[in-house]
């Protein structure tokens, strides 16, 4: 899964990520507008809603953290 | 403590830290020591930084937070060997291996409380903010006391702000607009709250920290309003406390006007327009009624007072209305001329053709505007190849310069399309190979990060054997405007 969300950061986003557990915010890879465009992005590739909600920086702190965060919607759908 | 370590009037004292109780004390003492602040944001690439840090020439930088990397690689990058003192204002020790700070807050801490005599007065710059360049590098613009002391008197009296307001303070201190924040909620007596910068991206949040704090003025940049509007985060009792809403730095779309005007019936709306040269914003317009059209423009009014909005013609002329022409401004806000240059003030600030007094300058805005019949100007747009994203004033010239250095690139051109999104004007890249060099957009991204801030690197990117041409022999943006349009 982290993989698969590397290459799609890389592909998708043009964003080179180091590693699963680089922090995302703090490497100012992630701002407000690559931010929602993630969002559309997970929503298009996972199959799944993210509603207002959910949006808590630790979800999407790092890709490793995104992986879990998907792992747990998925599972309770 | 910055008169201590030499500080002269007019000097300048750059400021390096996030927007924080910290920074704004730092700032009254930099204005108070008769010197001008300069503030840097710690989110830019050092090379940048280090070209705003020369152009400048601060006898002090005033830091804080985690910059202490940032300040040895500013240290290591400086051209000139006049040294620049530091001042650390946390409580704990600096931990860079290079910088050691001249005084640190414990040394401001123990200072005695007295007021000092200070000397400036109204025609003295206070502020110089950088702003993005077309041939590659930023542009300092000086800004006066008599500059924003017109615009907050207009501003407090115009707005009513007394001393029961609660102000938000969301725009980072390299923004002008910080300035109305700041010095109209002191000039009113009222409170500032400022909003952490981690709400920006998560609405919800900012949503809840606008009805907790009973904010009653909020004042950002439109795409944090569409970034609101598109997550539907304003709750469904809305928020009571707030009696104003306000914007500047670029166009609300009138679909989020709409929104936010339908859910907050009782706040009333004011769009706010102009360029830094021209101090903080130069005219206004309230929105009388919600609109009906989600096509209609809104206009950017008329102007604040001592200011004035004029649309000519290319001979400097008025044009008639309903026509056409070039946005210039006149009056109190104009900044004395850009920082250091004289050819580029030369450019924008031009005598008043009609006017004899040679002090009469116009600045030229470089946006297309029209006086509608109803007596307010009307923005249409830019004439040359700078955008707005998300509130920044960004000259593609410049993006495009630092992509012609990077050596795996033959040809390269930046052009912004418009989309429906909050983003504003999407930065699009269209690129050619060198030969044998293997690139991807991950990487050049990258690359252009080490030098260009984030909000300045493309997000669309497409490669081609060869950018398409027109009969003079140039990139034809506007073939790549309809590409990349399509991609969307």
Redesign the interface.
């Given at each position: 899964m982290c993989n698969r969300l590397t290459q799609f950061f890389r592909d998708k986003l043009y964003l080179e990520v180091p590693s699963p557990d680089t922090d995302l915010i703090e490497a100012g890879l992630l701002d407000s507008l690559n931010f929602a465009q993630l969002m559309v992005h997970i929503e298009q590739e996972f199959a799944m809603h993210i509603s207002p909600e959910d949006l808590e920086f630790d979800h999407f702190r790092t890709i490793a953290n995104i992986a879990a965060f998907v792992a747990t919607m998925s599972s309770a759908t | 403590m910055l008169k201590a370590i030499g500080c002269l009037r007019g000097d300048r004292v750059a400021l390096l830290m996030r927007k924080s109780p910290t920074a704004i004390v730092a700032i009254l003492g930099i204005l108070k020591a008769d010197c001008i602040y300069v503030p840097l944001d710690p989110?830019s690439p050092v090379p940048r930084l280090a070209h705003m840090v020369a152009s400048a020439e601060p006898r002090c930088i005033l830091a804080a937070g985690p910059t202490a990397a940032l300040l040895d690689a500013l240290r290591a990058a400086q051209q000139s060997s006049r040294s620049i003192a530091i001042g650390w204002m946390e409580r704990e020790t600096v931990a860079g291996t290079q910088v050691t700070a001249a005084f640190s807050r414990h040394d401001v801490e123990s200072c005695a409380a007295t007021p000092l005599a200070y000397r400036n007065g109204p025609q003295d710059t206070a502020y110089i903010l950088f702003t993005s360049g077309s041939t590659g590098v930023p542009k300092g613009v000086p800004i006066t006391h008599s500059n924003v002391a017109h615009f907050i008197a207009w501003a407090t009296r115009y707005f009513g702000i007394s001393p029961s307001d609660r102000i938000s303070g969301h725009p980072p201190l390299h923004f002008d607009l910080s300035v109305f924040d700041i010095f109209g909620t002191f000039a009113a007596g009222a409170q500032l709250h400022l909003v952490p910068h981690?709400l920006?991206?998560?609405?919800?949040?900012l949503a809840h920290f606008i009805t907790a704090s009973e904010l009653t003025q909020w004042f950002s940049v439109p795409?944090?309003l569409t970034?609101i509007a598109?997550?539907?985060?304003i709750p469904a009792n809305g928020f009571p406390a707030l009696k104003r809403l306000l914007w500047c730095g670029e166009v609300l779309p009138t679909p989020v006007l709409m929104y936010w005007m339908k859910r907050l019936p009782s706040v009333s709306f004011t769009n706010l327009y102009g360029p830094t040269e021209a101090t903080i914003a130069s005219s206004y317009y309230t929105v009388p009624t919600c609109p009906d059209d989600p096509t209609a423009p809104i206009p950017i009014g008329t102007a604040c007072d001592g200011e004035e909005l004029l649309v000519l013609d290319e001979r400097l002329q008025p044009v008639r209305p309903g026509q056409t022409g070039d946005l210039y401004i006149r009056g109190v806000g104009l900044s004395p001329g850009y920082w250091r240059d004289p050819e580029k003030t030369r450019t924008a600030f031009l005598a008043n053709p009609n006017s004899r007094d040679p002090s009469d300058r116009v600045y030229k805005t470089g946006d297309l505007a029209r006086l509608g019949g109803d007596g307010a100007v009307y923005f249409l747009g830019r004439a040359d190849s700078q955008i707005k994203?998300?509130g920044y004033r960004i000259e593609l010239g410049e993006i495009e310069t630092h992509l012609h250095a990077l050596p795996q690139l033959k040809e390269s051109a930046v052009v912004a399309i418009n989309t429906d999104?909050?983003?504003g004007a999407t930065i699009c890249c269209a690129y050619v190979p060198a030969p044998g060099a293997a690139v991807?957009?991950?990487?050049?991204?990258?690359e252009l990060?080490k030098t260009l801030p984030?909000?300045m690197l493309p997000?669309g990117?497409r490669m081609f054997d060869a950018l398409p041409k027109n009969e003079n022999g140039k990139v034809d943006r506007r073939q790549l405007i309809d590409d990349f349009g399509r991609d969307r």
């Amino acid at each position: 899964m982290c993989n698969r969300l590397t290459q799609f950061f890389r592909d998708k986003l043009y964003l080179e990520v180091p590693s699963p557990d680089t922090d995302l915010i703090e490497a100012g890879l992630l701002d407000s507008l690559n931010f929602a465009q993630l969002m559309v992005h997970i929503e298009q590739e996972f199959a799944m809603h993210i509603s207002p909600e959910d949006l808590e920086f630790d979800h999407f702190r790092t890709i490793a953290n995104i992986a879990a965060f998907v792992a747990t919607m998925s599972s309770a759908t | 403590m910055l008169k201590a370590i030499g500080c002269l009037r007019g000097d300048r004292v750059a400021l390096l830290m996030r927007k924080s109780p910290t920074a704004i004390v730092a700032i009254l003492g930099i204005l108070k020591a008769d010197c001008i602040y300069v503030p840097l944001d710690p989110a830019s690439p050092v090379p940048r930084l280090a070209h705003m840090v020369a152009s400048a020439e601060p006898r002090c930088i005033l830091a804080a937070g985690p910059t202490a990397a940032l300040l040895d690689a500013l240290r290591a990058a400086q051209q000139s060997s006049r040294s620049i003192a530091i001042g650390w204002m946390e409580r704990e020790t600096v931990a860079g291996t290079q910088v050691t700070a001249a005084f640190s807050r414990h040394d401001v801490e123990s200072c005695a409380a007295t007021p000092l005599a200070y000397r400036n007065g109204p025609q003295d710059t206070a502020y110089i903010l950088f702003t993005s360049g077309s041939t590659g590098v930023p542009k300092g613009v000086p800004i006066t006391h008599s500059n924003v002391a017109h615009f907050i008197a207009w501003a407090t009296r115009y707005f009513g702000i007394s001393p029961s307001d609660r102000i938000s303070g969301h725009p980072p201190l390299h923004f002008d607009l910080s300035v109305f924040d700041i010095f109209g909620t002191f000039a009113a007596g009222a409170q500032l709250h400022l909003v952490p910068h981690d709400l920006t991206l998560l609405p919800i949040r900012l949503a809840h920290f606008i009805t907790a704090s009973e904010l009653t003025q909020w004042f950002s940049v439109p795409s944090l309003l569409t970034y609101i509007a598109k997550f539907d985060a304003i709750p469904a009792n809305g928020f009571p406390a707030l009696k104003r809403l306000l914007w500047c730095g670029e166009v609300l779309p009138t679909p989020v006007l709409m929104y936010w005007m339908k859910r907050l019936p009782s706040v009333s709306f004011t769009n706010l327009y102009g360029p830094t040269e021209a101090t903080i914003a130069s005219s206004y317009y309230t929105v009388p009624t919600c609109p009906d059209d989600p096509t209609a423009p809104i206009p950017i009014g008329t102007a604040c007072d001592g200011e004035e909005l004029l649309v000519l013609d290319e001979r400097l002329q008025p044009v008639r209305p309903g026509q056409t022409g070039d946005l210039y401004i006149r009056g109190v806000g104009l900044s004395p001329g850009y920082w250091r240059d004289p050819e580029k003030t030369r450019t924008a600030f031009l005598a008043n053709p009609n006017s004899r007094d040679p002090s009469d300058r116009v600045y030229k805005t470089g946006d297309l505007a029209r006086l509608g019949g109803d007596g307010a100007v009307y923005f249409l747009g830019r004439a040359d190849s700078q955008i707005k994203t998300r509130g920044y004033r960004i000259e593609l010239g410049e993006i495009e310069t630092h992509l012609h250095a990077l050596p795996q690139l033959k040809e390269s051109a930046v052009v912004a399309i418009n989309t429906d999104g909050f983003e504003g004007a999407t930065i699009c890249c269209a690129y050619v190979p060198a030969p044998g060099a293997a690139v991807t957009p991950a990487a050049l991204r990258q690359e252009l990060a080490k030098t260009l801030p984030s909000y300045m690197l493309p997000t669309g990117w497409r490669m081609f054997d060869a950018l398409p041409k027109n009969e003079n022999g140039k990139v034809d943006r506007r073939q790549l405007i309809d590409d990349f349009g399509r991609d969307r």
